[in-house]
């Protein structure tokens, strides 16, 4: 059952896919031989017709590099948190490294009094027998 339901999923995406693009390739065909006068921040002349497929197109396009660009500024801003995140952690690491080695040094140090402190007592028990 699992394997025919993937199977009638592809073909009713596939369905999907096919009717969107004849729907925009239908929009394009019909709309080829109209014009409009269109002003976009001083780069067209509003007396001038512009060709409303490639307004479309224009559009379109325009659209893709905005989404384009955002999920690159949004990667860009998830690769920060990431980047901070890390130095927090490797900030904390060298943090504990530093208290591991300080705390090692002071066991040697505990561990060198301890063997003198061993050291001196069997000497003076030496001494007294």
Do not use: P
């Not at 017709?49 to 955002?70: D, K, P, R």
């Amino acid at each position: 059952m699992s394997v025919a339901f993937r199977q009638l999923r592809v073909y009713v995406r596939g369905i999907i896919i096919l009717t969107v693009a004849v729907a925009i390739a239908l929009v394009l065909f019909k709309n080829r031989d109209h014009t409009v006068s269109v002003w976009f921040f001083g780069l067209t002349d509003d007396a001038e017709q512009v060709n409303v497929v490639s307004l479309m197109l224009c559009t379109a396009a325009g659209t893709l590099v905005s989404w384009w660009a955002l999920s690159l500024a949004w990667a860009l801003w998830r690769d920060m948190r990431e980047v901070k995140r890390l130095r927090t952690i490797d900030g904390a690491r060298k943090v504990l490294d530093q208290r591991a080695a300080e705390l090692e040094e002071r066991e040697r140090r505990v561990d060198g009094k301890l063997q003198e402190a061993i050291a001196k007592e069997q000497e003076g028990g030496d001494e007294q027998t």
